[in-house]
């Protein structure tokens, strides 16, 4: 047997030390470290693909929300010539209108198109665009398919305005 002094047996015990801590360390730390880094990258696309699934979510109500606006538009009973009575009477046009003209309609499906003329002569401009604001926001699905707006002779102040407007209805 070999005979070891007191020098290389302490060099064998460090050896032996360090060769426990190195193996301690690839079989004990190293695969905890790597999987603790697995489960951060992991967690970190979870919650990458979570937020996705939010905004998506985000977008499927606001377009939710819109469809049951446009069906609560489209469901609407009023007619459109009413309409145009009611929010010429409450901006007191009513007088100024020369004639409401309904066009034939046209349907699709479910749906049907409406479309009505209307005329107004001798108005101020700021009647004219609350008139055209009412009925834009006035809860049913319409818009202006024509505008026309010509100043009259007979004021400086007053135009002569003629208006078409489109409506989709369910039948």
Known sequence: MIELNKREKFLLQILAAVAGVLALYFIVISPILSLRSRINTEFESNMAKLNQLDKIYGEYREVRDKVSQFNAQINSTRGLTSLIEENAQSLNIIRNKTYTRDRPTITQGKFKKVSADVRFEGVDINSILN????????????????????????????????????SVTSQ
């Open 131 to 166: 008139f055209i604001y009412r009925m834009e926001n006035s809860g049913i699905l319409t818009k202006i398919s024509y505008l026309r707006i010509n100043q009259t002779i007979k004021g400086r102040n007053t135009y002569d305005v003629t208006i078409t407007f489109n």
